[in-house]
């Protein structure tokens, strides 16, 4: 084995027969200030100390009776709070093997919230992929999503909360719970070709465990009749099978293709409830109130999930200059819960006797979705072409029940929805182009306040490449939301960017500038406490921010081996929200030999949130680094 630049036919390239590593690896360390200020690390997330930046190397196999030709192994942000790493082998026969690792600890410091929390999530992964034969490959999969750490919880002190913190109100408090999850997936599949004919079936198992425990305590002065204090855990398992197939079609001398997909999935989930709890019960017994208790909860909670779906695209090049693209599916869920609960409970009070609770539910609820879309593309001349499509969505929904004020009753949905779209791409002179695109869309029946009546957007590009050196984009887009069902809400929003890259010799800069708006209002009723008895109270809320994003980078080489570069990013907000946040860096490098660059890079970081100044930060750092290429 030998490096890239050593014993070189003299062309640059390795002669036959040999293994040939060649690669690249930054590491240093970083000095960093200010790294425990305001949500720094929410927004930043970097720690300091020794790093591994970057690597990124291939090992090349040329000799004939190798089984891998090509090994690539990259990785960045090492020693990070996020951080991930990948490793690929591919070999001449068609054979792929791939795996990695991502690390991401996501830390929440918002707001001067009294709970911060942190949350790691780790993805893994390794898949083969074998052809044996021409027309044939088989794939083998695992694939691993992991999450621990705290989440977050927010409730009235007079349900069951935790005593508000000094300073809180203490009627409405957030905390955290502990929680503990992780998903495994194993997958085997198999595609063939032949012919015009394309098959593929793919199989899959996925294997979930949940934990996660929360607690809950009730200030005395505000016990009424809810529990005073709980200890609450929950197990979850579940098990999923999926089974996808699919078929595909060329005709016509491949002017036409069609495409079918086809899965059933099978997921049972299984919960196991236990609880101990201390409350207070204000139902009377004699002349006074049960009073206060302890109680143990057990039960379970179990789902079966069925569903299916098919799916058919297909595209037909009627004409040299005119394509039809179209596509239907439909979507089916289906869930048989059950839920067995037993409540034992202890009275305090002599005289009234210890109970039971039995709460045992049956129910089943489905899920119906279909869809259609046609869109055809259309070019008109040499530089023009013409888009139009029209999609549509339906959605039909039946729940057992559901909690409506004191009752539980069933609920059925339906929702269709129509979007058209329409588009113009052109390119009136070399090196310019351009393009607007419309979407409107109607609901006639949203589910929620979420899903609006009516959706339009409207986007555009202009794009201008000036000989070599200069190149720039301009874009806007605008989105409107309404719904006015029930209660009355409005979203405006719009951005306009410029950006621009010139490129000269030894001088590169590139640059944006982008300003948005967003506007929303909506009316929302609710019900207050007004003596002994509830009100209901109608208001409007409003919201509206501009945003005024600034950024530039730059690179020049000073000398031979030796570069300076720099940039930043600018954001300014106003209107509701009041902000003024920045972060700059600078690099200095040198290349000391043809595999050896040495450099400095200085960071600052900078945020100010006038009506909460708890948020703000100021940070710098200084970065040492290394880079050997072999």
Known sequence: MRGAHAGDDGDGTAPEGDVVLDGAVRAGWRLLSGRGRGRFLEDVDLDGGPRIFDLDARLRDLREDAYFDEIEVRASDLGERSSDASVVA??????????????????????????????????????????PQRGLSLRLGWDRSARRGEAFAEQRTTLREF??????????????????????????????????????????LRHGRVDDERRYDVPPERRGGAPVSEDFRRRVTSDATTVVGKVGRTFLGDAAEATLFVSETWLPVDADLRSDATGFDNAFSGAAPRGAFTSRTTGTNEVDRRASSWELEGSWQVLDALEFLASGGQ???????????VERRRYERAGVANAEIVTSRRGRTTNRIDRASIEALF????????????EWFAQNTKAPFETRGDALEGSTLSSEVHRWIAGIDVRPAPGLSAS????????????????FESADEVSARVRWRAGERLSLLAAHRYRGLRHRDRLDSVTRSGSTSL???????ALTLDGGATRQTIHTESDTRFLILDGIAFRRVATEVTYDTRDVVLDALATYEIAPRVRISGGGHHVQSSGDEELTAYQAFATFEVDVSKTVTLGLTGRIWRYD??????????????????????
Do not use: H
């Open 331 to 341: 979507e089916t869920l289906i869930d048989d819960a059950r839920l067995d609960v």
């Open 609 to 630: 949130e006038r009506r909460r100044s708890i948020d703000d930060y100021d940070a710098e750092a200084l970065e040492a680094w290394l880079e050997l290429r072999f």
């Open 90 to 131: 591919r070999g001449a026969n068609g054979t792929r093997l791939e795996g990695g690792y991502t690390r991401d600890l996501f830390s929440y410091r918002a707001d001067g919230d009294p709970f911060p929390r942190d949350t790691t999530r780790e993805r893994s992964y390794a898949r083969v992929r074998l052809t």
């Open 499 to 505: 950006r621009a890259t010139w490129s000269d010799g």
């Open 163 to 204: 005593p508000a913190p000094p300073g809180v109100d203490r009627e409405i408090v957030s905390t955290v719970r502990d929680f503990d999850e992780r998903f495994d997936t194993f997958t085997l599949g198999v595609d063939a070709s032949t012919g015009p004919w394309r098959y593929g079936v793919t199989a899959s």
């Open 436 to 451: 607007v695109l419309a979407r409107v869309a109607r609901d006639d029946a949203p589910p929620a306040t979420p899903s």
């Open 379 to 390: 070019d008109a001349a040499d530089d023009v072409q013409l888009r139009a499509g029209y």
